[in-house]
């Protein structure tokens, strides 16, 4: 079992930033894929982005140029820098660790782009 524990969402006006940590613990693999996800009200969860324990970056196409994806494998932790933000990008945004055909989510944290 893995547990994924997200920090930093918040409120920010259209133009700003925001950096989302996520922190893994319990049985680890060194190969791992880890990444975030988001739903909007009314809408499906989509991934948008996501990096392998060698460090390949996966960007959805609304986010590319954007936000960045980052990890530190020694603590385990993954962060996405969120820059430009937009009101389309309002969510609960999710951090996600795969080990091949096992998943765990973190419980969600909620980013708000409002003026």
């Known amino acids: 079992q893995v547990q994924l524990v997200e920090s930093g969402g918040g409120l920010v006006q259209p133009g700003g930033s925001l950096r989302l940590s996520c922190a893994a613990s319990?049985?680890?693999?060194?190969?791992?894929?880890m990444g975030w996800y988001r739903q909007a009200p009314g809408k499906e969860r989509e991934m948008v982005a996501t990096?392998?324990?060698?460090?390949?970056?996966n960007y959805a196409d609304s986010v590319k140029g954007r936000f960045t994806i980052s990890r530190d494998n020694a603590k385990n932790t993954v962060y996405m820098q969120m820059n430009s933000l937009k009101p389309d990008d309002t969510a609960v945004y999710y951090c996600?660790?795969?080990?091949?055909?096992?998943?765990?989510w973190g419980q969600g944290t909620q980013v708000t782009v409002s003026s």
């Open positions: 990096i392998s324990s060698g460090g390949s970056t």
């Open positions: 996600s660790y795969r080990y091949f055909q096992y998943q765990s």
């Open positions: 319990g049985s680890i693999s060194s190969f791992n894929a």
